[in-house]
T-cell receptor, first 114, second 114 residues
Framework: QQQVKQSPQSLIVQKGGISIINCAYE??????FPWYQQFPGKGPALLIA?????SEKKEGRFTISFNKSAKQFSLHIMDSQPGDSATYFC?????????????FGEGTQLTVNP | GAGVSQSPRYKVTKRGQDVALRCDPI?????LYWYRQALGQGPEFLTY????????KSGLPNDRFSAERPEGSISTLTIQRTEQRDSAMYRC????????????FGEGSRLTVL
């Protein structure tokens, strides 16, 4: 059962542009939404996370927007750089404490052209 | 070491053989997770430990899969009587007990079953 749907599957952006990746979830019990970044040959690494009590969270060039009523959240990468080229995974869990299993989206392969 | 260490990095085996995959988590991290990641997909939860106790094994596909963490540190994921459909990247992750979102993933063990 695909509980977190992610789009697009791949994305090509020019340097300096904005990259936008979208995710939708089904389980209304989800209350923790992290994004992971994965470079080739490496494991996923936490990039940024949000809880549903806020509609937006910004860390540097990375912003998560959250729409609880629509059960959607998105990652925006401003001023995209070639070094941002990676696969991005959204995820969701019930709770943030140990024992909360993360359900991942299928991933978006981002390519930022110089 | 500084990160989550997994071995072997690559394992090729014949159908019907047993394999054991090892994970050495970050020192001080008491929670340890096993995920499976198919090519082009997000990680899929398999099982999780707090210290030496297996708290949730609901993601293990069938009884050919088992995991242990006898001393609360190193963990082994064992797959008996391997099948071709078991071919995937197996990833271990660890976290401090209270912060599931800060999962630290290893580089994975790529299993190929011929």
């Amino acid at each position: 059962q695909q509980q977190v749907k992610q789009s697009p599957q791949s994305l090509i952006v020019q340097k300096g542009g904005i990259s936008i990746i979208n995710c939708a979830y089904e389980n209304t019990a989800f209350d923790y939404f992290p994004w992971y970044q994965q470079f080739p040959g490496k494991g996923p690494a936490l990039l940024i996370a949000i809880r549903p009590d806020v509609s937006e969270k910004k860390e540097g060039r990375f912003t998560i927007s959250f729409n609880k009523s629509a059960k959607q959240f998105s990652l925006h990468i401003m001023d995209s750089q070639p070094g941002d080229s990676a696969t991005y995974f959204c995820a969701a869990s019930i709770g943030e404490t140990s024992g909360s299993r993360l359900t991942f989206g299928e991933g978006t392969q981002l390519t930022v052209n110089p | 070491g500084a990160g989550v260490s997994q071995s072997p990095r690559y394992k090729v085996t014949k159908r019907g053989q047993d394999v054991a995959l090892r994970c050495d988590p970050i020192s001080g991290h008491v929670s340890l997770y096993w995920y499976r990641q198919a090519l082009g997909q997000g990680p899929e939860f398999l099982t999780y430990f707090n210290y030496e106790a297996q708290q949730d094994k609901s993601g293990l596909p069938n009884d050919r899969f088992s995991a242990e963490r006898p001393e609360g540190s190193i963990s082994t994921l064992t797959i008996q009587r391997t099948e071709q459909r078991d071919s995937a990247m197996y990833r271990c992750a660890s976290s401090k007990r209270a912060r599931i979102g800060e999962l630290f993933f290893g580089e994975g063990s790529r299993l190929t079953v011929l």
